[in-house]
């Protein structure tokens, strides 16, 4: 089964702190994208970075770099140097079968509050 | 001016009446997406459409149906609504010329049912 788990459903984080936010994924499709969207209280989904299966370098992002372990089937955000603006949900998302759609299959999300 | 757009963008409805929600986007992309998104559950997919002439289920689509009225424009209809479909609702782009599949959200349609 397709699936993508996040396991921490709240963070807190120290402003200009770094912070991880965890996602695993399983797929047997040797063949698929990892996503991560940021959802502020406004409601909107806001694209953040991508890593794709064959991808041999982790994805980086100005502040977001995604932590790719293949092995694992983890990629875990990275946020360096946290902002106020941080705040929101944060969801993982893993594209497969693209041709047969390539829909998104996304994670429960995880909370990220930044405090000053 | 906003790539994908959705109408209406809140929407508060009374059970059995039958609802239309809209998505256009100026993207040129050929697949488009309906999700929803209730709390504590992430996003999952109701229709996609890779063209005008091929719809595709996704995964909770009972009690909705779906029109590709142009490459442009992707409509979900509720024909009965029950209060278990409130939520927010996302109408979703990608294009097909590369595998990456980012997919490009409208702004969301939160509707409520009573």
């Known amino acids: 089964a397709q699936k993508i788990t996040q396991t921490q459903p709240g963070m807190f984080v120290q402003e200009k702190e770094a912070v991880t936010l965890d996602c695993t994924y399983d797929t047997s499709d040797p063949s698929y994208g990892l996503f991560w969207y940021k959802q502020p209280s406004s409601g909107e989904m806001i694209f953040l970075i991508y890593?794709?299966?064959?991808?041999?370098q982790n994805a980086t992002e100005g502040r977001y770099s995604l932590n790719f372990q293949k092995a694992r089937k983890s990629a875990n955000l990275v946020i360096s140097a946290s902002q106020l603006g941080d705040s929101a949900m944060y969801f993982c998302a893993m594209s497969v079968n693209y041709n047969q759609g390539g829909k998104l299959i996304f994670g429960q999300g995880t909370e990220l509050s930044v405090k000053p | 001016d906003a790539d994908v757009t959705q109408t209406p963008r809140n929407r508060i409805t009374k059970t059995g009446k039958r609802i239309m929600l809209e998505c256009s986007q100026t993207?040129?992309?050929?697949?488009m997406y309906w999700y929803r998104q209730d709390p504590g559950l992430g996003l999952r997919l109701i229709y996609y459409s890779f063209d005008v002439k091929d719809i595709n289920k996704g995964e909770i689509s009972d009690g909705y149906s779906v029109s590709r009225q142009a490459q442009a424009k992707f409509s979900l209809s509720l024909e009965s609504a029950i209060p278990n479909q409130t939520a927010l609702y996302f109408c979703?782009?990608?294009?097909?010329?590369?595998?990456?599949?980012?997919?490009?959200f409208g702004p969301g349609t939160r509707l409520t049912v009573l």
């Open positions: 890593q794709g299966s064959y991808d041999q």
């Open positions: 993207k040129g992309h050929d697949r």
């Open positions: 979703a782009t990608s294009d097909t010329s590369g595998l990456v599949n980012e997919q490009f």
